[in-house]
């Protein structure tokens, strides 16, 4: 079992969902998982962690229904915040664009436990 220290916040569109890069932004369309990162999610919540879905589509409440549907379609009911604000409680974010930075130096992370630790566990 999972030790919970914080919650894992989770961006939907190019991370845990596709998108194509192209294409014109459709607050209505979500595009098909990803399956890697379904995998991940799907036992960080088998394992108890808590997960957010991070994405700047939450900023519109009315696009917060289509994304929950996509969830649990996608056996991701799990997933109980749809949240676009970044709180202190978020020990870690997953996202196509972050780059994660060490604390109070400036310097880019080189590796992380759960990192590793997804790489070992991934389908």
């Known amino acids: 079992m999972a030790v919970k220290v914080g919650s894992i916040a989770i961006d939907l569109d190019g991370t845990l969902a596709h998108q194509d890069p192209g294409a014109e932004f459709d607050p209505k369309v979500i595009g098909d998982p990803v399956p890697k990162m379904l995998a991940r ?7 108890g962690e808590d997960v957010k879905l991070f994405t700047a589509r ?6 917060i229904p289509p994304i929950r549907k996509w969830l649990d379609a996608n056996g991701l009911s799990g997933i109980t915040e749809i949240t676009n604000e970044k709180t202190p409680d978020i020990e870690e974010l997953w996202d196509d664009r972050a780059v994660g ?3 109070n130096t400036g310097k880019i992370k080189s590796g992380r436990l759960r990192l590793q630790m997804a790489q070992v566990f991934s389908p």
């Open 41 to 47: 999610v799907k036992r960080w919540l088998k394992a």
């Open 58 to 63: 939450a900023s519109d409440e009315k696009n």
């Open 101 to 103: 930075i060490e604390a």
